[in-house]
């Protein structure tokens, strides 16, 4: 079975100071991977995705992520964060084409400190 | 583009009642999802429907049940309700076909149940 694992549950940076949040995914074929983001009382918004090809992906916000098949991960990553990046980050993975029981982390709590 | 689509926003129900959550997806969009968010278990896939049949389903009980109209708007309904299906319901719509694998969620319906 797919799974995912955020081992950050909380995470405080600087504003202005890069951030990096990390994912890995157990999934035997190729993964479907996504990052999104949750603000209090919202719902999810997608930041970006990874299907195939460039294992680096441009997202929304300012936002990057690298896919790792080595190391499993699917690591986000800002270069420059803002206060109103803070929210709650969810990783997932979804299976292959037809199916779209996506499978969330625990997700990271992100705090920006001014 | 309009988004997802949720009512209602806010519940309040006593156990043994049963309710309806409703979900309108984006224009275009055939496949909706449901998932249920609660601090203990965090995301949970509930069950995915397109062209009006269930697709998918996730480990929930019977209680669990939804359907899809034709016009891909989709209702989900939980029978004698218990304290432990206090959520948030959030639906989640997608292309299901070519590149759209990507899910779009909407606002949530918090349910709160006493």
């Known amino acids: 079975a797919q799974s995912v694992t955020q081992p950050d549950i909380h995470i405080t940076v600087s504003e202005g100071a890069s951030l990096e949040l990390r994912c890995n995914y157990s999934y035997g074929a190729t993964p479907y991977l996504f990052w999104y983001v949750q603000s209090p009382g919202q719902g999810l918004q997608l930041l970006l995705k990874y299907f195939s090809g460039d294992t680096l992906v441009q997202g929304i916000k300012g936002f990057e992520a690298e896919f790792k098949r080595s190391q499993s991960s699917f690591n986000l990553r800002k270069p420059s964060v803002h206060w109103s990046d803070a929210a709650e980050y969810f990783c997932a993975v979804g299976a292959e084409t037809g199916r779209r029981a996506l499978t969330f982390g625990s997700g990271t709590r992100l705090q920006v400190q001014p | 583009k309009a988004g997802v689509t949720q009512t209602p926003r806010y519940l309040i129900k006593t156990r043994g009642q049963q309710v309806t959550l409703s979900c309108s997806p984006i224009?275009?969009?055939?496949?909706v999802s449901w998932y249920q968010q609660t601090p203990g278990q965090g995301l949970q896939f509930l069950f995915e429907?397109?062209?009006?049949?269930?697709?998918n389903k996730g480990n929930f009980p019977g209680r669990f049940s939804g359907r899809q109209f034709s016009n891909s708007r989709s209702e989900m309904n939980v029978s004698t309700l218990e304290l432990g299906d206090s959520a948030l319901y959030l639906c989640?719509?997608?292309?299901?076909?070519?590149?759209?694998?990507?899910?779009?969620f909407g606002p949530g319906t918090r349910l709160t149940v006493t």
């Open positions: 429907y397109f062209s009006e049949t269930q697709r």
């Open positions: 989640a719509s997608s292309k299901r076909s070519g590149s759209g694998l990507e899910q779009y």
């Open positions: 224009s275009g969009h055939r496949s």
